[in-house]
């Protein structure tokens, strides 16, 4: 499964995932928000492609225009609300196991940067820490873990056969055009791919 693939695997679970649109370019973006434009593409490879995050609408049009000419018929641009990470992480699901890895704000501090507040390795019932155990409460870990049987059961063929299912979640806020939180904080995927 790669990144395009994984979008509508993520609208299809029922996960509490971003709220994407293909960007098409007749699309007008609310002025008063910010705006992530992101691309995937059919075939090939889909790492560090092109991204604007916490964007001012004209210049996410702008972005999304120029990216939808470059990628053209190998792929889509998606659009979304931007939001502020609060704690980010990876929820890596294996057949017999499951790993979290979790940072502080935005999940770039941990893939671009190296940095890792905690690994958390669950088999069975037993939990191992690496790091900061507190960092994640326990509630904010069964937020995350409470998806893991939905995970099992959509991606049953590719765990059996070996492969892992990672996929890119955030404790969030919505916000405004100058990056006020909004609302309550909640928890949302927003990649999944198979490892």
Known sequence: MNK????????????????????????????????TIRCAVYKGNDLNLPRLVGAESHKAIEFADSLKKKIGDNGIVIFYPYFIAVKSGTLNVFLDKIVIEAVKEDLWNLVTFSKRDVTIIIRDKDKEYYGNAEFLSE?????ILKHVSEIRRCFKDELTCGSSIMLEWSFAYNCDIHRNKAGEQYLVFYEARTV
Not at 14 to 21: E, H, I, N, Q, S
């Open 139 to 143: 509630e904010e870990l069964q937020k």
């Open 4 to 35: 395009l693939m994984g979008f509508y695997e993520l609208k299809a679970m029922g996960l509490p995932a971003v709220d994407w649109k293909e960007y098409s370019g007749q699309e007008s973006l609310d002025s008063s928000m910010l705006w």
